[in-house]
């Protein structure tokens, strides 16, 4: 018996080695090609994963076959053994060299072109959060905010940044910012997770602030970046997502789509966020409901939420926009929900747009939306409000856990479920909801102001006073913020603070007309001063007289004169505001809800039937005939 080879050269002779580097060079290729067309093709990145794992895998059989086969003029024919000399296995081996060769040098070249060619014309730029990050983390840290950090951080938690638009037309930064409250959004339905509100996640799109300064503003633990860049109707996305504590980048995936398969996109990229984050959540399914089938009337709809948003003077533009997306599409329901928020808010900053007017456009937009989706959470949203206002508490509040049931991280619906428990003078369960607001949108002045609020109800100044200032300078303006600081402030003692606040909001706010805006003028000052409030009282009669269909309740009360604001609440005006109802509960206006006639007011704004299914206010009981109050 013949002694058996040595195997290296054995394995050189059948040309295993040769033929295990040319399948390597083939492989490479093929991977080349796969990274070039697969985006094109709509596939996803587990299809180039699966493509590499697949030639990984085939190359043991390569070398089997290389070993058990020569390749000869006549075919493959077995190998029968250094015995048998053949030429032929050199050919073969000079043969391989050259195609190895010829392989690595198209895989180099089908490279160059994806990496220098078609890059600069589809590949997106990093995201522009994330890729600053490390530069950023290193850079002095920048002033802090007046807003504290919200807590402990939850590590089931995310903030979606918004996405960076690489686009060659700049127009296309709402579809940008869109796609990133659109994954936000999906998000923040899933069970668990707790996702940063849009206005704290989108404060940070001009700044140059990295992960984990992000993470600790925002009390999150990770971050989601991105960027678009939109090329006729297709659309390329790049994601990632980051743990803010340690910049570890847990996932990252690019998608190549046609607009019209925007919603599966959607749906993919959210379903990987939280296939990256079963380790802490568990594994959860993700589901987008396809909106619309007019491409149109969604981009409208992004560009209109983008502007509603930005509250001010965008409201106008985007009430047009949103109008237009409900005409091209009278079945999109997101798009009626959106409209009826910024019906609701319009009032709030111009005085043209009239309350009670734009209220009933509101619910008309609000019911439609509703009866093409029963549960969407935004109109649901509205209609809280919009029940409240129109008395009916007990539906409002329902409105309001409905709409959270179907999205828990919704800061403003949070805030609204508040406003209408503290108009209730349930001020604990408000405070509760406005500080649940305050962790899902912390660089948001207003959750901080209505805390604010409830701590000037329960009488503790030096909160109010923190609380209140700090969502001023965070933002927070109107007449909602300007007479909540005013009162509470002035009560306390805390006097000069609080009338430059107010008189900033008196001279900037377009809705005051000259003759109210001096009549606040020439009356605040009694408000801290009660030798003053006599002679306010009468020149608050002749205003009254004069100026019959505006409401004074406000006024009235805040200089402490309560019988003539009960008598003032029932005359017959246009609504008086949400101030009226959440200022009556702090200690200065006992006499007000301890007043007999009060029950009448009470039972006129739902408070009563409410009360009796949810109970009394907060230090309140019922008493023969009125309310009887501790404090």
């Not at 995201?127 to 590590?155: H, K």
């Not at 809280?384 to 409105?399: H, M, N, P």
């Not at 604990?428 to 909801?433: F, G, L, P, Q």
Request: charged fraction near 25%; hydrophobic fraction near 45%; aromatic fraction near 8%.
């Amino acid at each position: 018996m013949s002694a058996r080879p040595p195997f290296w050269p054995e394995l050189k002779r059948r040309n295993v080695l040769r033929a295990g580097l040319a399948w390597l060079a083939l492989s490479w290729l093929l991977i080349a090609i796969a990274d070039l067309l697969f985006p094109y093709l709509g596939f996803p990145d587990e299809a180039i994963r699966a493509l590499i794992v697949g030639l990984l895998i085939a190359l043991l059989p390569i070398l089997v076959l290389a070993w058990l086969f020569e390749l000869t003029p006549r075919g493959l024919r077995f190998d029968r053994g250094p015995a048998e000399e053949n030429p032929e296995n050199r050919r073969t081996g000079r043969r391989l060299d050259q195609l190895t060769i010829v392989l690595i040098l198209m895989a180099l070249g089908i490279s160059a072109v994806r990496e220098f060619v078609v890059s600069e014309d589809l590949e997106p730029e990093p995201p522009t959060q994330i890729a600053a990050s490390e530069q950023a983390d290193r850079a002095p840290p920048p002033a802090p905010l007046p807003a504290a950090p919200p807590g402990p951080v939850e590590p089931r938690s995310v903030a979606v940044l918004p996405f960076a638009n690489m686009s060659p037309d700049a127009e296309n930064a709402f579809l940008a910012e869109g796609m990133a409250e659109e994954i936000l959004n999906v998000l923040s339905r899933v069970d668990g997770l707790k996702v940063a509100s849009r206005t704290s996640s989108f404060s940070f799109r001009d700044e140059s602030v990295g992960v984990r300064e992000i993470g600790r503003r925002l009390g999150i633990a990770h971050v989601v970046d991105g960027s678009v860049r939109r090329q006729g109707d297709r659309v390329r996305i790049t994601a990632q997502l980051v743990e803010a504590a340690t910049d570890r980048h847990l996932w990252s995936g690019s998608f190549d789509r046609e607009l019209t398969d925007i919603f599966a996109l959607q749906e993919d990229i959210a379903q990987a966020i939280a296939d990256a984050l079963a380790d802490t959540l568990g594994m959860r399914t993700v589901r987008v409901r396809r909106a619309t089938d007019n491409l149109h009337a969604y981009e409208l709809y992004l560009r209109g939420r983008q502007l509603f948003a930005q509250r001010g003077a965008s409201l106008m533009p985007a009430r047009e926009l949103l109008r237009e997306a409900v005409e091209l599409d009278p079945a999109f329901a997101e798009a009626w929900a959106v409209l009826a928020g910024v019906e609701y808010v319009l009032p709030s900053y111009f005085a043209e747009a009239r309350s009670a007017e734009a209220n009933r456009r509101a619910e008309e937009a609000a019911e439609k939306a509703l009866a093409l989706v029963a549960d969407e959470p935004n109109a649901l949203a509205v209609s809280t409000r919009l029940a409240a206002d129109r008395g009916r508490r007990i539906e409002a509040l329902v409105f309001a856990d409905r709409a959270l049931a179907q999205d828990p991280n919704n800061a403003n619906t949070w805030m609204w479920r508040g406003l209408t428990l503290l108009e209730a003078g349930h001020i604990d369960d408000a405070r509760e909801c406005f500080d649940r607001a305050r962790q899902l949108d912390p660089l948001s002045g207003i959750h901080y102001g209505w805390l604010g609020a409830t701590e000037a109800i329960e009488g503790n100044p030096q909160a109010a006073e923190e609380l209140l200032l700090r969502a001023h300078r965070l933002g927070w303006r109107g007449p909602a913020s300007a007479w909540l600081l005013k009162l509470a402030l002035n009560r306390h003692g805390f006097g000069e603070q609080a009338q430059s606040a107010f008189d900033n909001w008196l001279h900037d706010d377009e809705r005051i007309d000259e003759s109210a805006r001096s009549i606040y003028r020439e009356l605040t000052p009694a408000m801290a001063d009660p030798d003053l409030r006599p002679a306010a009282a009468d020149r608050l009669g002749a205003a009254i007289a004069d100026m019959p269909d505006k409401d004074w309740t406000n006024l009235l009360l805040f200089l402490g004169l309560h019988e003539a604001a009960v008598e003032e609440a029932h005359r017959p005006k246009p609504p008086s505001g949400q101030i009226v109802l959440m200022m009556i509960w702090t200690p200065f206006d006992k006499p007000f809800r301890e007043h007999p006639d009060f029950m009448r007011i009470a039972e006129d704004a739902g408070l009563l039937a409410f009360w009796r299914q949810h109970g009394w206010p907060d230090h309140c009981r019922m008493g023969n005939e009125a309310l009887e109050c501790s404090r």
